[in-house]
């Protein structure tokens, strides 16, 4: 009974090691997104699009962050 | 049979113009069979939006490096139906788990292998990824694109998030320009491949899937005439 509650645990440790993990790697990817919009709207710069692509790219990274945290605490 | 277009020989049309003039016809009130023409110069397509893949003469588009006296006279990207599959596949991905749920609640399978904080963490954690999938395949899809301006043709490519390529040739090198649009869905949606050969070091643009290519070969054959004859 001890030993599968246990192993049960330690499947859920790994599962929340494994969330962690991707959504790190995963918020880096949207950075990398961030930085390459910012990159692309020097190159060529449209005034009435450019503010809400970077308000999206931003609140993805925000919303990444929040997951990230998220899984930290509550699993 | 009333006639309905009637032209106002006192006002002729420049046929080769690369903008086109919005013609409202107002019916008179004394019943005569008439139309009153009155001519707007304004472009039909001069507006830029989240979704727009022709644009003529855009007065919000600003490009790196632009030189002296250059006028952007052409903004193109791929017509909007190419997004099509990358929709659809994200559509897709955004119902498998509702019907997981479905699936669940009804006893086909189950998925009470995970706790419920568990489920709700990855369910949000995919539609995360689902949404940064619909973001850069949007933001591929709007930062390639192709410019006609005065003096230059300018490529931009951007795919893959981390690649970009930013080719330009002036029009002096232009050769030949040419256009193929096969296929159904292409003839009905208007869109189609267009050709640009140089004598630069860059032999060719090719501006793919464009909205009216034949609009954009007469543009840019016009812009070629001009400055052969300037």
Known sequence: MLESIIGILQGLVLVKIGLLIVSALYIAFLLVVFKQSKAMQNVINDTTTSGLIDTIAFSQIVVGIAIFIAALIIL | ?230
């Open chain 2, 1 to 230: 049979m009333p006639d309905i277009f009637i032209g106002n020989s006192s006002a002729p049309v420049e046929e080769d113009a690369p903008e086109e003039e919005v013609v409202e016809k107002v019916p008179q009130s004394d019943g005569a069979k008439k139309t009153q023409e009155a001519p707007k110069t304004t472009p039909k397509h001069n507006h830029t939006h989240f979704f727009a893949a022709y644009c003529e003469k855009p007065p919000t588009v600003d490009f790196k490096e632009k030189l002296e006296n250059e006028e952007l006279l052409l903004l193109l990207r791929r017509h909007f139906v190419t997004n099509v599959p990358w929709i659809l596949k994200a559509i897709f991905l955004a119902l498998v788990p509702p019907v997981l749920g479905i699936l669940n609640s009804s006893g086909l399978i189950s998925l009470n292998f995970l706790p419920g904080n568990y489920f709700t963490m990855l369910v949000v954690f995919y539609y995360l990824v689902i949404f940064g999938y619909i973001f850069t395949s949007y933001l591929t899809w709007f930062y390639n694109i192709s410019l006609v301006t005065t003096q230059r043709i300018i490529d931009i490519d951007f795919s893959s998030i981390v690649f970009e390529n930013v080719a330009a040739t002036k029009l002096s090198q232009v050769e030949d320009v040419s256009y193929s649009q096969v296929g159904v869905i292409r003839s009905v949606f208007d869109y189609g491949n267009v050709l640009v050969q140089t004598a630069a070091h860059v032999d060719e643009f090719e501006f793919k899937a464009v909205p009216h290519p034949e609009k954009v070969i007469t543009i840019i054959n016009d812009l070629i005439g001009d400055h052969e004859n300037a």
